[in-house]
């Protein structure tokens, strides 16, 4: 009798597991992914490739990423409208390029005198910044996690030195953003470029200055052969926040547990990213230097205090838009006193103190 029933339910599980293997096959799921960065691009775009090869690495290819870099399925500024509208799974890029649809999309990426990187990462996760962000999304049909970061960017590349407010007047500026809300208030003409553009339009004349990431970025787009002047610190974007932007729909289809991995993909590139950037912009900063003679400028007192009167009026601009652009930007500025407090007084004071008595 026992042998009959151990039979039988070994025909069972041989019928099971028969059924199983179409199952399993059915269950892969494609990802599109879109984005803003060129292909190979050193940082911004090794890192969107390297996130979409983690998820199916981490998912033992259960999810199949397909990834396209910037022009290759679409252009870099129609990544978002690819996703809302189902056609692609999933993008990776900075959601400040998206403030014409929104203008509390900017701040998940950054805002002038906003937070940095430690701060940023405080606020979404512990903070409230990530419900507000959800809450942003569900309004696009998108689902967004923060995948990367490039720290506090320099201020950008210069055909002239910058010695008062009065220099930014007329001058021609890629920078997208609230910081290019900022150089309008002070009578510049912000521009907006995809990054394969930028040296083009540089070398050309059809801008006078550009603003990119840091030292390692901007030493491989070569902006040195069209600009002198690197001026520093950007006050534009202090924490560059990247963003996995995802169809809420598509997303809303998943297993908690692919929902989880992919969370963990971007926690993981988030970081990475971080860490790679601060690896190589000391070095990157020292061959622009030496190699290829540039002349590292630091933005004076009185252009910092017009950016950060332009900055204010912009703030109170967007959260004049709407209850929810109020919300967020307001969330931002406590995220920045309270967060910021500790900032001061912690990695801020240290670094100053520490380079002080080393003769840093």
Known sequence: MERRLFLKGAALTGAASTLAAPAIAQSKIDMVIVSTWPRDFPGLGTSAQRLAARITELTEGRITTQYFAAGERVGAFDSFDEVASGNAQAYIGADYYWKGKHPGWAPFTAIPFGLTYTEQDAWIKYAGGQELWDELGAEFGVKCYACGNTGVQMGGWFNKEINSPDDLKGLKMRIPGQGGDVIAKLGGSPVSLPGGQIYENLVSGAIDATEWVGPWNDYFLKFYEAAK?????????????????????????LSKNDQAIIHAACNEENARQMAETNANNGTYLTKLIKENGVELREFNDDVYE???EAAGEVFEEVRDHSDLAKRIMDSVAAARTDIGAWTAISDAAYVVKRNRVLGL
């Open 306 to 308: 017009a950016f950060g």
């Open 229 to 253: 002047y690197y001026y520093w610190p950007g006050m534009h974007e202090p924490g560059s926040q990247l963003s996995l932007g995802m169809n809420a729909s598509w997303w809303g289809s």
